[in-house]
């Protein structure tokens, strides 16, 4: 099965969701960033080079919150979700338009990634402090 990996970030009752540019499937949709593991990646790893590559900056990878299953195009794909910790805040975005902190009630009322979305009833189980 194909997996995907989504970092969660979390501060004071609100996640990191980012907005992707506009064009394809998922554009100017709402996300918790991530992207597609790599044959030979972890999870970890994957999470690590997509928030590089996406926002210049280092992560840490705590707990592992839950997962869901989706199809795309066809095919079944599994999309894990991890804790992050940001070694700072100074993006660079280079695949969103724009990011921002919400609550999770705000993020089912946003125009977010479906995959992503089905992550929402694992986060609101997970304990966060």
């Known amino acids: 099965m194909h997996t995907s990996v989504a970092g969660i970030a979390w501060d004071n009752g609100r996640f990191f969701i980012a ?18 593991v790599e044959e030979g990646e972890s999870d970890e790893m994957a999470l690590k080079r997509e928030y590089d590559e996406e926002f210049g900056v280092g992560i840490t990878i705590g707990a592992f919150l839950g997962s869901a299953v989706f199809e795309h195009r066809g095919i079944e794909r599994r999309v894990n979700a991890y804790r992050i910790f940001f070694s700072n805040t100074n993006f660079k975005l280079s695949e969103h338009t724009q990011w921002r902190w919400a609550a999770l009630e705000e993020i089912e009322r946003l125009p977010f990634v479906d995959s992503d979305l089905k992550l929402v009833p694992a986060l609101k189980k997970a304990s966060f402090s």
């Open 19 to 36: 907005q992707r540019i506009s064009g394809g499937e998922m554009g100017d949709r709402w996300e918790f960033p991530g992207g597609k």
